[in-house]
């Protein structure tokens, strides 16, 4: 009632400062008749409706009220309508696949209209009535024009491989879509990599970042370079709107300081990208890790000799340099009921099958035994030295050799002390964990690595400073978890455990961790 008492006082005095009003097509009426409401209606989530009125924008309790007029909506029959714009890669596969089995448990039959690739609408059927409760509609096409309807409220969600970008930010809080950067504005669907592709007759088997960037900027245009055949290298990549594309540019060629070449032969999907460079032995594209076809995945490579493949278990924990989180985002306002219950569908245990089954890397989190884990312990003996000596690589084996490794990492923006978005999203993952019990009476260790840049034992307290931000990270988000049922440790061994090379910023970044050992 104070929401209406409140309304009206706006309403008189913008009536008597001479203002007039917007089109109109509800009024909503309390139901004891004193308070009404007059305005066009932005939207009706099945609880509460948004409406636009000469004093500003209004949400109300479709509980209290009652709605005359040719924009209400039929309460009887609701049906949930909801937008979702952006990436094709998600729209095609990932999401459809989301759906169905959110569902199948919800107890719905699934119907999809329409023939078109690029938009298309999935329907949620109660199957004991037959009464449609949901219109998902579908904008498939890149991260660009995703952004571009959240911004314009033409989509409900926007799907990228890529964060959003501060102009975008911007523009979404000038339109009064609340602060996009913020942790409730987005979750991380599920997980992807960028992998250097080549045909399967290609006799070349690894590539270096740094060599991977000049190659796309033009510098290195023939196989020879690699031990290669004497042939001029085609190179492929996706629509440069492509959150995929943009995430190469921001991960790869911005680090390396170098341009895109004009010469990089685009593609509008993934797929044609793939059929193109099987087809031909001297190209190389940047592919979808989730599709890679029958292609050939080039190893990383450094210059100390580290090398890493993408792999599921690579991509999960952060170690392969490239990944590319895929992203939903969504406005301030309270999206329909049904969508908020897909919403929280998607980071349920039955949901990552779904993920996984569908091609993509979910965000479980998995025990890896320290027996499975030889490579890791290799590439820290082989760096041991002066400032990493024999003691400290025993002391580290000693604390970790009962311990099991959990796939969920995390990392840090380059040049700042702020989680990445992949690392985010797996404070969160943890904190539900921890409040579900799953760790209860266990031995859970934040352990804290770094690059080898300066002073070992500097190295090694920052590590520690690290691990210790992220733990409390996570005990804030775990608001409900029993901490006196929890064995939470902070330990650090700085540089002991180097991931990649540091001579460039992408291995340093990498060894730059915190990881979680648990008992």
Known sequence: MFQFRAAIIAALFLFLNGFSAVAQDVTLTSHDGAVEITGTLLGFDGELYRV?????ELTVDGTGVQCEGPGCPNLLNYVADI???GSSTMAELLMPALLEAFALREGYSVERIGDTVTRFEYHLIAIDTGEK???????ASNSDEGFADLL???????????????????L?????????TEANRSRVLALDGMVPVVSASNPVTSISLEQLARVFSGKITNWQEFGGPNAPITTHLIDPRSGLAQAVEDQLMARARVPFSEDIVRHDRNISLISAVRRDPF???????AETGATKKLMLTGSCGFSLSASRRTIKTEDYPLNAPM??????????????????????????IVIRRAGFVDQSP????????GDRFANAISSAGSEVPLDELQRMTTFLSDLNRLTTSFRFQTGSTSLDAQSRSNVQQLARALEAGIYDARRLVFVGFSDGEGPATANRNIASKRAAVVRDAVISAAETANLERLNLEVVAFGEAMPMACDDSSWGRQVNRRVEIWVR
Do not use: C, W
């Open 133 to 139: 409760r949901a219109r998902f509609r579908f904008h």
């Open 172 to 180: 979404g809080f000038e339109a009064g879509l609340g602060d996009m």
């Open 327 to 352: 992203f939903l985002y969504f406005p301030a306002r309270r999206l329909p009921k049904l969508a908020r219950d897909f919403l929280s569908y998607t980071r349920s245990p039955s949901a990552q």
């Open 283 to 289: 190209s190389i594209g940047i592919a979808s890790y």
């Open 52 to 56: 636009d009125t000469v004093y500003g």
């Open 366 to 373: 998995e025990e890896v035994p320290i027996n499975l884990q």
């Open 83 to 85: 937008s979702v714009s």
């Open 152 to 170: 314009a409220d033409e989509a409900d969600i926007a799907m990228s491989l890529r964060e959003i970008r501060p102009r975008e930010a911007q």
